[in-house]
């Protein structure tokens, strides 16, 4: 099945051509032309979603879950053009397009079971006390409600998980809410053929038709209008820490401020303790080295800093890595600008006196191939540069003197989304010293693992303190992230006719 994109935005059920239109740069294949983004279009869309949300904020949840499931259904059936149109726009291989699409899927479908059962709604009930003294208690119930229409930016590096219809966009249409997307200019096609899977899902189910918008393409002015509309209340963003730092402040600035959720990045700190790495310390070098390099290190949870007692064992683990790296050819990136930030990233390292270069190499064009520096506990605390995510396979090994010198590194690291602990039983202590410094760091912490990869389960969190992600109480990942959409009501001596349905 072969899918030829028309370029054009969903808005409220009408595919609406533009005046002004862009390129797409594929990493190989066909470029088609897309329609850009307006403000214009923006308030369309905003306009619809808050006219949907009198409609869809008030259906049952069997309902919003057989429309998750359909969506799902209609991603399913068109699952070999979105594989093609995925790989030609990203570079990604077909492999890792495919599990993304069952990702995808699979969020929306534990989505739609998991609004089924109804323990989200966190529904609490105090009952009246009329004799009570010296004044009687009223009957007090609460509910989780929705909180009215969302915004979701695309994210550059998952086209289907974390875009489109990906978890921001699931939590959103299972909590309530209808979902204006920004599509990302990196895979256009991709957002559009799966747009498509939506609007299809909306006429099965008798959706409104505004429940859902794609918007395509546009500058800068199209996502501040997006998160300054003031009929949005609530945002879902994946993707730099500046973008997300700007749109942030824009929230914030409103005349009503609105929630934004941005996931910014992490640099997901290891710490490989004595024991375990005299153990296999080789294992673990080759281990962290095929984590760094998996999809070009293209992933937010990219463990890009391994911290290691200064010695043999380190000297042991930094060759195995670079032995592993050396079989690693070049990848290609997701975009040209993301290749080139990746480059610009060495770049900065290669200028630092305050590392030496392990493994090297050079980038050229959309090709990406892994670099890994090493320095010392002391220089990293002094160059606050070393702890900037650079989004691509390029690693830090940082040598320490002691435990003590590692758990005082620990506390000088930002908030991340992950820290790993690499131990065996002997190094018990030394982690016990570790795990309060990290659980403050990181919405997820790991033992004798690789963060890359996200579980999609009742337990994940996928966000962590700043600048991880900009609400350090909330997660993109995992069913969880439906609360980020939802607000508590209390209802008050209702009678039974008047009360919400999920109270009855």
């Known amino acids: 099945m072969t899918f030829t994109p028309h370029g054009k935005h969903l808005i409220a059920g009408e595919w609406v051509d533009g005046a002004t239109h862009f390129q797409s740069e594929p990493a190989h294949g066909p470029a088609h032309q897309f329609s850009v983004g307006t403000v214009d279009l923006v308030d369309r869309a ?72 109804g323990d989200y709604l966190d529904r609490r009930h105090d009952p009246a006390q009329p004799d009570r003294q010296p004044a009687p208690r009223p009957d007090i119930r609460m509910v989780e409600r929705p909180v009215g229409p969302v915004v979701v930016f695309g994210a550059s590096n998952f086209p289907l998980a974390f875009s489109t219809a990906g978890g921001d966009t699931a939590a959103a249409l299972a909590a309530g809410c209808p979902v204006v997307v920004r599509g990302h200019a990196a895979h256009p096609g991709t957002g559009e053929i799966i747009a498509e899977a939506i609007f299809a899902a909306i006429g099965k189910t008798g959706m409104p038709k505004g429940v859902f918008s794609l918007i395509q393409g546009g500058d800068n002015q199209v996502g501040a209008a997006l998160v300054q509309h003031p009929l949005i209340k609530a945002v879902g963003f994946t993707g730099s820490l500046g973008g997300g ?40 070098g080759k281990g962290w080295a095929g984590s760094l390099t998996m999809g070009a290190g293209q992933f937010c949870t990219n463990p890009g800093i391994s911290v290691v007692l200064d010695g043999a064992d380190a000297d042991r683990y930094t060759a195995a890595a670079k032995a592993a790296l050396e079989a690693v050819g070049p990848q290609t990136m997701l975009t040209n600008g993301i290749a080139k930030a990746y480059q610009n990233g060495k770049a900065r390292f290669d200028a630092r006196n305050s590392v030496k270069p392990v493994y090297t190499t050079e980038s050229t064009g959309r090709q990406a191939s892994p670099n890994v520096y090493e320095t010392t506990g002391a220089n990293y605390l002094q160059d606050h540069s070393l702890g900037e995510e650079v989004f691509g396979p390029l690693g830090l090994i940082v040598r320490v003197g002691s435990v003590d010198e590692m758990v005082a590194l620990a506390k000088g690291f930002e908030g991340q989304l992950t820290t790993t602990i690499h131990m065996d039983e002997g190094d ?20 004798n693992g690789f963060p890359t990869g996200v579980e999609v389960v009742d337990a994940m969190v996928h966000g962590g303190p700043y600048p991880a992600s900009t609400n350090f109480g909330a997660t993109s990942v995992g069913t969880l992230a439906i609360r980020r959409f939802l607000r508590p009501v209390s209802y008050q001596n209702l009678p039974q006719g008047l009360m919400p349905e999920d109270l009855r």
């Open 245 to 284: 730092r700007a749109l942030f402040d824009l929230c914030a600035q409103r005349p009503e401020p609105i929630p934004f959720f941005g996931e910014l990045g992490s640099v997901n700190p290891m710490f490989l303790l004595p024991e375990a790495m005299k153990a296999r310390a080789e294992d673990l």
């Open 428 to 447: 018990l202590g030394d982690a016990q010293r570790l795990l309060p410094v990290l659980e403050r760091k990181a919405g997820r912490v790991l033992v």
């Open 46 to 117: 905003c306009q619809a979603a808050e006219e949907a949300f009198w409609t869809y904020g008030y259906t049952t949840r069997e309902q919003r879950a057989r429309f998750l499931e359909v969506i799902a259904d209609e991603i399913d059936a068109r699952a070999e053009a979105v594989t093609e149109i995925g790989s030609q726009e990203t570079g990604l291989p077909e492999g890792r397009l495919q599990g993304e699409r069952g990702r995808t899927i699979g969020q929306l479908r534990l989505f739609a079971d998991h609004i089924r059962k």
